[in-house]
């Protein structure tokens, strides 16, 4: 039985080139950018600005700000007939004083918000927006630093 099976598997050892490496296959991503078409086709609304949250708790931690938590509440409508990409840390808060401050991962992990978006044909999303400011300053306007536009805040 075993003379049989070693006739059976010569011709595939007498194929094989033992010199011969198997090539790695690449696999190399890219990250996404938001074109101008993307740009011109998310229209961003901001509807509620709460400021001075001395502390935000979630499901899975609590967290004190350096200053105040702010809570900017937006609604991103695609108006294009094919889906589009965001991302939250492309906006970013403008205060009184003229600082523009980035959003707040500790405060967006905490609540859960996204990174990244992606928003179908002619859909709505609404999605909260945390910032952490300067206790004696107020949120004037949201800054979309990819598309180089601006947002009125409500109120």
């Not at 075993?2 to 198997?22: E, G, K």
């Not at 991503?29 to 935000?56: F, M, N, Q, S, W």
Request: hydrophobic content about 40%; proline content about 6%; glycine content about 6%.
């Amino acid at each position: 039985m075993r003379q049989l099976l070693s006739l059976l598997f010569l011709p595939l050892a007498a194929c094989a080139d033992p010199t011969a490496t198997p090539s790695a296959t690449t696999v190399t991503t890219t990250d996404y950018v938001r074109t101008p078409a993307d740009c011109i086709k998310l229209e961003i609304t901001a509807l509620v600005v709460e400021p001075g949250h001395g502390y935000i708790s979630g499901t899975h931690a609590e967290w004190l700000p350096k200053g105040q938590f702010v809570r900017v509440r937006v609604a991103i409508v695609n108006a294009d007939n094919t889906f589009h990409t965001t991302h939250t840390t492309d906006y970013q808060l403008d205060d009184a004083a003229g600082t523009t401050h980035p959003v707040s991962n500790d405060a967006m992990a905490i609540k859960r918000q996204p990174t990244e978006v992606t928003i179908g044909a002619g859909n709505r999303l609404e999605l909260d927006l945390w910032y952490d400011i300067p206790l004696d300053t107020t949120a004037k306007l949201l800054r979309d630093s990819a598309c180089a536009t601006t947002t009125t805040l409500p109120g």
